[in-house]
C-alpha cells in the first residue's frame, strides 16, 4: 500500500495530520486489518479549506485549454494506475477482484473522460439581448463520498469540479479511503496546481461536520444515506452554501404483463445482488402481475442459486462480503425483519453462506408476496435482498412503485417498448431503466424526494459547479 496512507494530501504536499489519530482499513472478506490511515480533525479541514481558498482566484481564470490539458494528464496516469486502484477497492470494501477491475475502477475513468468532454464544446457566456449570461466556477467545493463506488463516486465530483474551475476539499468514507489515497496521488503527478485539490480522511460527525459548517466552503456535494445528507444539509444551512445530495432508493422494478418473466427476473436478481447489493440504484423492489407469482418466485431461486458468493480473490466469485461490519449487522437485522413480518423467503435468509465462517458474507435473499407497507420494502437495506411484490394492473403498479419516500432509479420491462416508456413517465424516479438498459454517463444522475437533490454526470452534474451571472448591457461594453 501507499506509504502516504497516514499524510492528507494539502495545498500540494502529502502532510502529517494535526494531531495523530489512526484507523484500521478492515478487509471485509477476512475481518482484519488491510491498511491504516490518519484521522484528520476541523484543524486539518481548517489547512485544507485555505489552501482551496487561496488558490481558488488563479485556477478559476485558467483557459478552457489548460483544465483540458490537466484533465487529459490525468486520465493517461489513471490508466496506469487502474490495477493498483482495484486491488485496493476489493481489499477495502471487498468487491470480487476482476470486478474491482474490470468495473468499478474503470467507472471513474469514464467519469473523468465524461467531463472533458463537455469541458471541450461548453458554452460559459451567451449573449441574451443585451445581458450576457456567464457560468463562473461556483468556488471551493467540500466532497463528502461513498464506501460502496469508491471512485465512481469521487471522480463524478472531482473531474466536473475540475473542469468548471473550482478548488475543492474531499473527505472519502473512511470504510475505503485507500483508493482515495491513489487518486491523489493521480492528481499529483498529473500536476494538478496546489491548493485546488485536497484530502483530508476522517469520519463524517468530526471531518464531515466541520466542512458543511465550514464559513469558506462554497459547496458541499454529498454523495451516502439519507441521514448524512439531512446532517450536511442542517450543518451548511447556518452559511447558506449550497448543497447537492445523492441518497438513499428503493427502487421498483416493474414487470408488465407482456414481459419474459423468466428473463427479466433473472435480470432483475443478478443486477439487485450486484455489488452485493450495495448500489444506491439497485433495484431492490421487484413488481409482477399477482397471477405470475410463482413463476417468479421459480426464477428468482434459479437465479439466486447461481450467485457465486465467496473470496474476493477467487475467479469464480460473483459477489464478495458485504463492506462493514455494520453493514452486515444492519443487513441480517432487515433480513429477520422480513422473515418477522410474514414475507414468503423463497432464497437465502438469515446467516453466513455455507462454508463461510469469517468475513461480512451474506446470502442472496429473496422474498416473495411482499406488501409495500413490509420493513423490508420500505428502508434501504444495502444488500442483497430483493422483495418481489404482486401488483393487479398498470395503475397498481406505478402507485406502488411511486409508494415510497426514495425517487432514485426505477425500471420497466415489457416486450413493447413504447408501453414501457409510457409507464417510465409516470414513475417519480430521477432514472429509469427499460428493458435492462444500461445507465449513460453523459446523462444526469439524481434523484426525487429522499433520493437527494442536483445531479450529477454529464452536463448536468457540470452545471452544478457552476453560478449564473447576468451582465446587463454588456452590448454596449
Known sequence: MSGNNLKFYIDGKWVDPVEPRTLDVIDPATEEPCGQISLGSAADVDKAVAAARAAFDSYAETSREERLDLLNRIIEIYKSRIGDLGEAISSEMGAPLVFAKKVQAPSGLAHIKTAARVLQSYEFEEMQGSTLMRREPVGVVGMIT??????????????????????????????????????????????????????????????????????????????????????????????????????????????????????????????????????????????????????????????????????????????????????????????????????ELVAGGPGRPDGLDKGYYVRPTVFANVSNDMTIAREEIFGPVLSIIGYSDEDEAVAIANDTPYGLSGYVSSADPQ???????????????????????????????????????????????????????????
Open 419 to 477: 408501453r414501457a416508456a409510457k409507464v417510465a413517465r409516470r414513475l417519480r424516479t430521477g432514472n429509469v431503466h427499460i428493458n435492462g438498459a444500461m445507465p449513460d454517463l453523459s446523462a444526469a444522475f439524481g434523484g426525487y424526494k429522499q433520493s437527494g437533490n442536483g445531479r450529477e454526470w454529464g452536463a448536468h452534474g457540470f452545471e452544478e459547479f457552476l453560478e449564473v451571472k447576468a451582465i446587463f448591457g454588456a452590448d454596449a461594453a
Open 146 to 343: 461513498p464506501w460502496n463506488w469508491p471512485q465512481n463516486q469521487i471522480t463524478c465530483k472531482v473531474a466536473p469540479a475540475l473542469a468548471a474551475g473550482c478548488t475543492m476539499v474531499l473527505k472519502p468514507s473512511e470504510v475505503a479511503p485507500l483508493d482515495a489515497i491513489i487518486f491523489a496521488e493521480i492528481l499529483d503527478e498529473a500536476g494538478v496546481p496546489a491548493g485546488v485539490f485536497n484530502l483530508v480522511n476522517g469520519d463524517g460527525p468530526t471531518v464531515g461536520e466541520a466542512m458543511s459548517a465550514h464559513p469558506d466552503i462554497d459547496m458541499m456535494s454529498f454523495t451516502g444515506s439519507t441521514r448524512g445528507g439531512v446532517a450536511v444539509a442542517k450543518g451548511s444551512a447556518d452559511t447558506v452554501k449550497r448543497v447537492t445530495q445523492e441518497l438513499g432508493g428503493k427502487s421498483a422494478n416493474i414487470l408488465l404483463d407482456d414481459a419474459d418473466i423468466a428473463r427479466s427476473v433473472k435480470g432483475g436478481v443478478f443486477v439487485c445482488a450486484g455489488n452485493a447489493g450495495q448500489s444506491c440504484n439497485a433495484p431492490t423492489r421487484m413488481l409482477v402481475p399477482m397471477d405470475r407469482m410463482a413463476e417468479a418466485i421459480e426464477a428468482a431461486q434459479s437465479a439466486a442459486g447461481k450467485i457465486a458468493v465467496g473470496d474476493p480473490r477467487d475467479e469464480g466469485t460473483t459477489m464478495g462480503p458485504l463492506a462493514s461490519g455494520m453493514q452486515f449487522d444492519k443487513v441480517q437485522g432487515l433480513i429477520e425483519k422480513g422473515v418477522e413480518e410474514g414475507a
